[in-house]
């Protein structure tokens, strides 16, 4: 699916229910952001893995082998702002005070 139209269709039911279990906002929203990035580059339909194969002449299936790193990469920050909320939040909780 498309970011946009996941963004359109899936928070709004998912807001509800993150706001009752007592999330943070704004770790929500970047936890919805990365998810997207690794979505964006992955196959079959990683549009930025497809648009960047179009820009250099080469093919989606050549590449997939060297995006795998940057994906790679992606999951584990992802894992790191799930297990530890603090790495987002810690520059907002004290901007805001």
């Known amino acids: 699916m498309e970011t946009i139209a996941i963004i359109i269709i899936v ?5 509800p229910i993150v706001s009752q279990i007592g999330m943070d ?8 952001a990365i998810n997207l990035a690794i979505g964006a580059n992955t196959p079959p339909v990683g ?13 989606p299936e ?3 082998r ?5 994906v790679g990469a992606m999951i584990v920050a992802l894992i790191l702002i799930i297990v530890f909320p603090q790495v987002v ?3 907002p909780n004290h901007i805001v005070k």
């Open 11 to 15: 928070i709004p039911v998912l807001l």
């Open 25 to 32: 906002m704004t770790h929500f929203g970047v936890m919805v």
């Open 47 to 59: 549009v930025n893995l497809i648009t960047a194969c179009k820009m250099a002449n080469i093919p």
């Open 62 to 64: 050549s590449s997939t």
């Open 66 to 70: 060297y995006a795998a790193y940057f």
């Open 89 to 91: 939040t810690f520059i």
